[in-house]
């Protein structure tokens, strides 16, 4: 397995990854990095030759955690027909009615997505978030650890919900919105906003 980005957020998709019976091999990136804990071969850029031919005969992953950027180098290698793979650890607990996008999204410890719940491409459910019943992410959310959306929350695409928020259940969240940690969401949240506090505002 390959991984795009190679920092904070792709430890964690490292160690999925390699907890789940995989192991990343190899990492592209913008620049080497001189922190390499994983002891991974740097293969250049995504969209060097040598690099996108690795990444064209060998699943791959975007380890990115910044929505727009992940969203980015995605959709610019789905142009190349090159699609990612799923990282899903594996004490995460998915109901089988759940549907999860089966490109570039990544759960995480201990994860729980409920009954009908759906997950978008190249979504992010971090460390502990609970994803309850009949919940909708947009493609490339972000849902922070120890976040809980309850039953029938719609959350629109490139939404970041901060570490600890929880978000009331029956809410829309519109697109391009920031949630702020351990906010308490009780009210709808229209497009290109961002709340934080108890409650939201």
């Known amino acids: 397995m390959i991984i795009i980005g190679y920092s904070g957020h792709a ?12 192991t990343v ?16 071969r740097y293969l250049g850029k995504e969209d ?12 791959f992953f975007v380890a990115i955690g910044n929505n727009l950027i992940r969203r980015k180098v995605q959709e610019s290698l789905a142009i190349k027909t090159l699609v990612p793979s799923n990282a899903i650890h ?7 009615s759940a549907a999860v996008a089966p490109d570039g999204v990544m759960i995480g410890a201990r994860v729980v997505i409920q009954p009908l719940a759906n997950i978008g491409t190249g979504s992010i459910c971090n ?5 309850e019943h009949e919940c909708s992410l947009g493609e490339f959310v972000h849902v922070g650890p120890g976040a809980i959306l309850c039953g029938n929350v719609t959350v629109g695409e490139n939404t970041f919900i901060g ?12 697109k391009n919105c920031m ?18 506090g108890v409650p939201a505002r």
Do not use: H, W
């Not at 460390?127 to 994803?131: A, L, P, S």
């Not at 570490?163 to 519109?174: L, M, N, S, T």
């Not at 949630?179 to 934080?196: H, L, N, R």
């Open 90 to 96: 594996p004490s995460a607990i998915m109901c089988a």
């Open 48 to 59: 060097d030759p040598a690099a996108l031919e690795a990444l064209s005969t060998s699943p």
């Open 163 to 174: 570490a600890g928020a929880v978000v009331r259940q029956g809410i829309r969240i519109g």
């Open 127 to 131: 460390t502990g978030c609970i994803i």
């Open 11 to 22: 430890y964690v998709v490292c160690s999925i990854i390699n907890g789940s019976g995989q």
């Open 179 to 196: 949630i702020g940690a351990g906010s308490a969401v009780i009210k709808d949240v229209p497009d290109f906003s961002t709340v934080v």
């Open 25 to 40: 091999t190899a990492y592209c990136d913008q620049e080497e990095k001189s922190l390499n804990p994983f002891k991974l």
